[in-house]
């Protein structure tokens, strides 16, 4: 099981950046699928969830309405959109399966400043 996770810079705040995560090892196509990030001194969360099943996403309140999760299954990719980026933002960001049952990646990071 691998994950690639990719697309994290330094921006200011209101820009936006897209988070990709190419997975591999596991049926990925079957599999519901989660971004997580951790911010520095903090426990990781997860901010966004995919459902294998259906159409159907979750988000935490704190990114809801500006962050957007989808996935490409025929390329095994996970992505993240994200829109109206605050300080806050500023994080590690790495994808997982929901419940984070797989082995993790090496992030990207993320730096929302001015």
């Known amino acids: 099981v691998r994950f690639v996770e990719s697309g994290g810079g330094l921006v200011n705040p209101g820009e936006s950046l897209r988070l990709s995560c190419v997975a591999s090892?596991?049926?990925?196509?079957?599999?519901?699928m989660s971004w997580y990030r951790q911010a520095p001194g903090k426990e990781r969360e997860e901010v966004a969830d995919?459902?294998?099943?259906?159409?159907?996403?979750k988000y935490s309140d704190s990114v809801k309405g500006r962050f957007t999760i989808s996935r490409d299954n025929a390329k095994s990719t996970l992505y993240l959109q994200m829109d109206a980026l605050k300080p806050e933002d500023t994080a590690v960001y790495y994808c997982n399966s929901r419940g984070a049952t797989l082995p993790w990646g090496q992030g990207t990071q993320v730096t929302v400043s001015v």
């Open positions: 995919s459902s294998s099943s259906d159409d159907s996403t």
């Open positions: 090892g596991f049926q990925f196509r079957y599999t519901a």
